[in-house]
């Protein structure tokens, strides 16, 4: 039995035309004009929507334990939310502990996302210590059971953070598998520094977050990571990449053919630093790092989408409660977790603020929230575009809906959203997991363990620049 789309307007990183698309044993299986409906086939309609792939999100926390609380969405709810939204994958981090082994917290990581996840799921590794011969010792049986990018901190020092010794020897190990390195690029030094310096005057209140990380610790970090991967030879991949100062180190490291890629998230680019001087401790809600910078470089961060410096759009997806988990810091901004929930709203913010504003065309916006992910990270072609003999993680996008958001319309498991009252637009009709239906009209029709752990490869784009 198949599933036909019908009369819906197919729009790719690179293509926009009419079509219905065929989709059985969830892969697409045929595209054109037409096609027969059989006996004991499905169709749907989708006259004056577009047939988009399955976002992809390749920054995500879910069930995370973290500065002395867990995440909290689990690899259920987050993946829930994150379907009704449109996402139909994501690549979330293993994160050892400090002296753990890598392995064994894959395993930990296995059993916190397998018989959980409505939608298919994958795994950076983190790396938060390195003793060559142990860890080193770990890469390889780590690409083997499919994470082919190692992740990286250089902030949070004295817990996930790694040196600059550290961060040379991953990058080298690395390099000798073609594998993926990503970078939490901020001075952990000059941060814990600053914050401390603030601490002890007084200053307490959630803008000093953001104050003791200003865009120059992130610049430099960026710099320094770039400058490390290139005595190695190895690709960098920048996640969160929030200020004009990164961006600019992004251009000149490309510029001299260095390969480069650089992920932002939609609230580095809708907001600006005054979140954190909103009354009665709510800018806690926006207590992430990097923080939420001043005005003037979410602009820059949107001509860096359109110039193609940043590849992906991701949502670093990390909910704290606001009752009970970021009130814990009401006296000391250090001690709010860091974080914050949007895994069901990139795909909207994206489209609402970026194809509806005029700064980004839909093939931009289907390239950065889902074919690029794809790309750089190893799952390209079965996910991240609409063709015959991918999977068929496909959404039904009425590009013509208007809504506000709101926490009480959202999935997440938090007690408030980031863009509360603010406007949207499009809605993801029909959501497709392999075939499978996820979310029809509103309605969820998922189950949790629909996904599948996704082992991945080593990905061609990995070695050349996009
Ligand atoms: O504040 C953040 N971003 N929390 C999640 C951990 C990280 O740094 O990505
Ligand atoms: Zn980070
Ligand atoms: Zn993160």
Known sequence: MALILRNGEVITASDRYKADVRIEGGKITQIGLSLPVGEGDESYDCAGRWIVPGGIDVHTHLDMPFMGTTSSDDFYTGTRAASAGGTTSIIDFVIPRRGQSLLEAYDDWRRRA?????????????????????????????????MTSFKTFMAYKGALGIDDDELFKVMSAAKDH???????????????????????????????????????????????????????????????????????????????????????????????????????????????????????????????????????????HCPFFFKGQKEVGRDNFSKIPNGAPGIQDRMSVMYHYGVRSGKL???????????????????????????????????????GHEFIFRAADSQHR????LYEGMSGSGRCELVLSRGRVLWEKGEFKGNSGMGDYLARSIAKDQQAAV
């Open 361 to 399: 065309t839909p093939h931009q916006w289907v390239d950065v929230c889902c074919t690029q992910p794809a790309r750089i990270f190893g799952l390209f072609p079965q996910k991240g575009t609409v063709a015959v003999g991918t999977d068929a993680d496909v959404v039904v996008f009425d590009p």
């Open 178 to 316: 073609g594998a993926m390195v990503t970078v939490h690029a901020e001075n952990g030094d000059a941060v814990n520094n600053l914050i401390a310096r603030h601490l002890g005057q007084k200053k307490t209140d959630p803008i000093w977050h953001a104050r003791s990380r200003p865009p120059e610790v992130e610049g430099e970090a960026t710099w320094r990571a770039i400058t490390l991967a290139r005595f190695n030879g190895q690709p960098l991949y920048v996640v969160h990449l929030t200020c004009r100062d990164a961006l600019e180190r992004v251009r000149e490291a490309r510029a001299r053919g260095q390969v480069v890629y650089a992920e932002t998230c939609p609230q580095y680019l809708v907001f600006d630093e005054s979140v954190y001087e909103r009354p009665d401790f709510d800018g806690a809600k926006w207590v992430m790092s990097p923080p939420i910078r001043p005005k003037g470089h979410p602009d820059a961060l949107w001509d860096g989408i359109a110039e193609g410096l940043i590849q992906t759009i991701a949502t670093d």
């Open 414 to 417: 938090c007690d408030y959203n």
């Open 114 to 146: 397998d018989g959980k996840a409505v939608f298919d799921y994958a795994f950076h590794m983190a790396v938060t210590w390195f003793d060559t011969a142990e860890v080193r010792s770990e890469f390889s049986r780590c690409i083997d059971s499919g």
